[in-house]
Structure formats: structure tokens, C-alpha cells
């Protein structure tokens, strides 16, 4: 999940790839893993949803203000 939070795309892509396979390891249990396969299935999408304002940005808006940046046009 840290890796989520990084602003840079490669650390992203990594972050996603790491929860792929703890959810092919959670649906590979014996008992088939549902109650973990859910919750990582909804980090999936949250990692997904950050990596699609990452690759339009090339950074995290909502930091600007924090990290006294200013906004860009298209944020």
C-alpha cells in the first residue's frame, strides 16, 4: 500500500503488481481465500484509481497546497 502513495509511476505499477499476487496467493487457500481476496480486490481498485491521477498528472493534486506547489492548468 506504501507504494501506492509514492508519486512516482514506477512505484505505483510495482504497488499493483505486489497486490495482484497476494490476491492470486489469497484465492489459492485452501478455504479460497474470500474474506482477504475482498479487501484486496478494493486496494486493487484504490491503487488503480491513484495510479490514473498519477499517469494525468504526474503527481498528486491535492499535495499542492502542503508541498507549496502551485497548480498546473489541468489540475
Given amino acids: 500500500m506504501p507504494l501506492f502513495h509514492s508519486e512516482k509511476l514506477e512505484d ?17 487457500r485452501e478455504d479460497g ?3 482477504q481476496a475482498q479487501y484486496l480486490k478494493l486496494f486493487e481498485y ?16 491535492d499535495r499542492n497546497k502542503i508541498l507549496n506547489r502551485a497548480n498546473t492548468e489541468a489540475e
Fill in 46 to 61: 484504490w491503487g488503480r484509481q491513484l495510479m490514473e491521477i498519477l499517469t494525468e498528472f504526474g503527481r498528486f493534486p
Fill in 33 to 35: 481465500g474470500t474474506n
Fill in 12 to 28: 505505483c505499477k510495482q504497488g499493483l503488481e505486489c497486490m495482484a499476487q497476494l490476491l492470486e496467493q489469497a484465492r489459492s
